[in-house]
């Protein structure tokens, strides 16, 4: 049973373009939904995380919208740069740091110039 | 210095081997993780521990156990490996006290031939 569904697995983006990943949720008890990036030899970092009592929260290029009602998250990157190439993944867990992040399978994006 | 420091990063063994992950972090974080990762398949969760005395098997310990020696040290074993465990593996912390979210270290690449 896969708590947490990630699409899509792979995405393409042209320099300065929008990148969208999305991630669907089960688990009601959720309140905290991480994105983690990851690049080649490294373990994944924390990107940019929501709770639910917000429906946006933006960090520079990087945005997440929250849908509660529909169970969905999503991250936008504006302005994709060839440095943004990596896998990210979406998550989510019962409090931040409490109990284990259930993932999603993971989005290969790659930026090209 | 890394936060989350694994040891080794790359082994290879056969088949039928006792092997043993090492993972030790500087974070003074209470909760430690062992996570373990496929292509396609995102991040797994085997096991965690939320103090010395607290182990919890995650979705896919079969044919893994651990030990934490220390609220600084978390090992994973293998205790006779096999070739569908080859994989990357990842050690994670997080702090409930303070709701740190889930800081990796960056990774074993376990080969068993």
């Known amino acids: 049973q896969q708590q947490v569904k990630q699409s899509p697995q792979s995405l393409i983006v042209q320099k300065g373009g929008i990148s969208i990943i999305n991630c669907a949720y089960e688990n009601t008890a959720f309140d905290y939904f991480p994105w983690y990036q990851q690049f080649p030899g490294k373990g994944p970092a924390l990107l940019i995380a929501i709770r639910p009592d917000v429906s946006e929260k933006k960090e520079g290029r990087f945005t997440i919208s929250f849908n509660k009602s529909a169970k969905q998250f999503s991250l936008h990157i504006m302005d994709s740069q060839p440095g943004d190439s990596a896998t990210y993944f979406c998550?989510?867990?019962?409090?931040?740091?409490?109990?284990?992040?259930?993932f999603g399978k993971g989005t290969r994006l790659s930026v090209i110039a | 210095d890394a936060d989350v420091t694994q040891t080794p990063r790359n082994r290879i063994t056969k088949t039928g081997k006792r092997i043993m992950l090492e993972c030790s972090q500087t974070k003074g974080h209470d909760r430690m993780y062992w996570y373990r990762q496929d292509p396609g398949l995102g991040l797994q969760l085997i096991y965690y521990?939320?103090?010395?005395?607290?182990?919890n098997k995650g979705e896919i310990s079969d044919g893994y156990s651990v030990s934490r020696q220390a609220q600084a040290k978390f090992s994973l074993s293998l205790e006779s490996a096999i070739p569908n465990q080859t994989a990357l593996y990842f050690c994670?912390?997080?702090?409930?006290?303070?709701?740190?979210?889930?800081?990796f270290g960056d990774g074993t690449r376990l080969s068993i031939l």
């Open positions: 994670a912390t997080s702090d409930s006290w303070t709701e740190q979210p889930q800081h």
């Open positions: 521990s939320f103090d010395v005395k607290d182990i």
């Open positions: 998550a989510a867990s019962i409090g931040a740091g409490n109990t284990p992040l259930v």
